[in-house]
């Protein structure tokens, strides 16, 4: 994966495309009905991975979405558009489940810091990101709601088995404030697996500065395009022109 890779999000809860304000679940906007539409169009305006989340899976209600998710990823894999699906992926049965969907690539996040033996086993059937949520450098999981013991620098090195990570700034995450850019450039020095950057993207001029930063491997938009910043063709043709 390189710099000129977008991933526009899709979150889900009960089957509907919604976007939450720092992960708060009562701070939620609702943005449509067709998670299939809605990615298809991602995928007209030359998207070539979309970005998944199952926000019911991450918060324990059972992953109700996976039969949306299945219609997206068997779609768009017909046109040589990959998914990435993060959100309750907990166990090699969730992974395994997601992979025979049609998954290009999970995300695991609070099961990966808890257990980092299970990135291993889960990378040995499908391709892992790493999702490493963060407040001011503190890896945070449980739905962002529990700091763990780790600091963002040495969760970067904690999975060798990890195709790419994905760090998320809470603080920033839904916000439209900008991205952490001095984070993510000393994020992405320090390890060898490309950095997908999240959180914070509100303008093109976010997505060319993100688009400088060495080792940085994608960035996923979701609020900037659902409010109309921009459109997803812009913002590919920006990280295009940056390549």
Do not use: C
């Amino acid at each position: 994966m390189s710099t000129n890779v977008l991933l526009p999000a899709i979150d889900l809860r009960g089957g509907a495309v919604v976007r939450l304000l720092h992960g708060d679940y009562s701070a939620e906007t609702r943005y449509g009905d067709d998670p299939l539409a809605v990615a298809e169009d991602f995928a007209d305006q030359g998207a070539r991975w979309v970005h998944i989340v199952d926000l019911d899976a991450a918060r324990g209600d059972g992953p109700i979405n996976r039969p949306a998710i299945g219609q997206v990823a068997e779609r768009l894999g017909a046109r040589g558009v990959k998914v990435q699906t993060g959100g309750g992926v907990r166990t090699v049965a969730d992974a395994r489940q997601l992979a025979d969907l049609g998954v290009s690539r999970v995300v695991m996040g609070s099961a990966a810091v808890r257990s980092p033996e299970l990135v291993e086993e889960v990378a040995a059937m499908v391709p892992v990101a790493v999702g490493l949520d963060h407040r001011d450098g503190r890896v945070a999981i449980d739905g962002w709601t529990q700091e763990s013991n780790l600091d963002l620098h040495s969760a970067l090195a904690a999975f060798p088995s990890a195709e790419a990570f994905v760090v998320t700034d809470i603080s920033r995450d839904g916000a439209l404030i900008g991205p952490d850019l001095v984070g993510l450039s000393a994020a992405a020095a320090v390890t060898d697996r490309p950095v997908i950057a999240s959180g914070g993207v509100s303008t093109l001029d976010d997505i060319s500065a993100l688009a400088t930063i060495p080792g940085l491997g994608g960035v996923i938009v979701g609020r900037a395009i659902y409010e109309g910043h921009f459109t997803v063709a812009e913002a590919v043709a920006v990280l295009e022109r940056s390549s």
